[in-house]
């Protein structure tokens, strides 16, 4: 089965061909980073109007690159939501004309149902039950994924997510934005033990998670050293110091989750598990421990168009579809986002 994946939930505009919800075609993506660099975040009337100049571009790059045209196509998976609504908009519009066109069949996905997806992409088998870190600009969840029946969401941030951490860390250490790989890059020079940051883990059994005392205390402690004097404050170390601190609370905690649902593998997804030492560090944890870990490469783990192909077809084959474009009816995109999170979307999986 071929499906052609659209994502552009954000800042950037993606699509891929995937074959059988596993291997990739063909992977294209346009990041707008350098457009809301100098704006310090993503500005989303920006975003929208980019996403619709170049989203003709990027389709007809990944069907070209796949070596395929439409017609060989079985179906157009795309991002319904979260994200930015005008953003969302463009990608659904264009979806819903390009399934209507080819009389294809239609298939919104739940972006983190597609950051989830993201483990099938480079592996043959995925052993299920697993405990799932899912961990982005807009989302710190940990869910149950059970062998069949419906995941179940664990814990969660209750502040800021992890990324939305390392992207206001960054800020106020004068990094560019995307404040994540900037801090990542930043930390590969520092000695993350120079400086102790709080580790916020909230009560010991629950797998709830905070992100925004940590930030606070970053910030006490610039004005405390005197930032932005570098001869009072080395960056280096306060990035791998706050990196530090952000990675031992997501390891921690989902390694408590693996440990609650007596699981033995562990998926970790989503745009901040494309860190260096989030990587490095559940890798040593999860060898120690017996555990089988399923990290996307780190491509795969920051949005794009193969994880939404690949969640996608989960759904079309339990023949779940979403209503194309009728002739002559307005644009429009269903305001309810799809009800993945309470549905057991895995099901059908191949051993
Ligand atoms: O999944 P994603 O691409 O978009 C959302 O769904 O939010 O995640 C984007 C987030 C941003 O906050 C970005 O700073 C963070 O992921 N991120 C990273 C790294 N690469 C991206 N955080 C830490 N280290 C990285 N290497
Ligand atoms: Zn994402």
Known sequence: MLLLGIETSCDETAAAVVKDGREVLSHVLYSQERIH???????????????????????????????LDFRDLSGVAVTQGPGLMGALLVGVSYAKALAYRHGLPLIGVNHLEGHIAA?????????LPAAALVVSGGHTNLYSIPVDGPLKLLGQTVDDAAGEAFDKGAKMLGLPYPGGPAIDRMAETGDPTRIAFPRPHLKKDSLDMSFSGLKTALRYYLERSGFPDTRTVHVPDVAAAFQQAIVDVLVEKTLSAAEQCR?????????????????????????????????????????????????????????ERSPRLPAGAALTMSPQVAPVMNESWFTGIEP
């Open 37 to 67: 660099r100098k704006y310090g975040g993503v500005v989303p009337e920006l975003a929208c109007r980019q996403h619709a100049a170049v989203i003709s571009e990027v389709v007809a790059t990944a069907l070209e690159k796949a070596g």
């Open 119 to 127: 483990v099938h992409l480079e592996n043959r088998t995925v052993d």
């Open 263 to 319: 699981v033995k593998t562990v998926f970790v997804t989503g745009g901040v598990a494309a860190n260096t030492a989030l990587r490095e560090r559940l890798g040593e944890v999860c060898r120690t421990r017996g555990l089988s870990l399923r990290i996307p490469s780190p491509t795969y783990c920051t949005d794009n168009g193969a994880m939404i192909a690949a969640a996608g077809y989960y759904r079309m084959i339990r023949r």
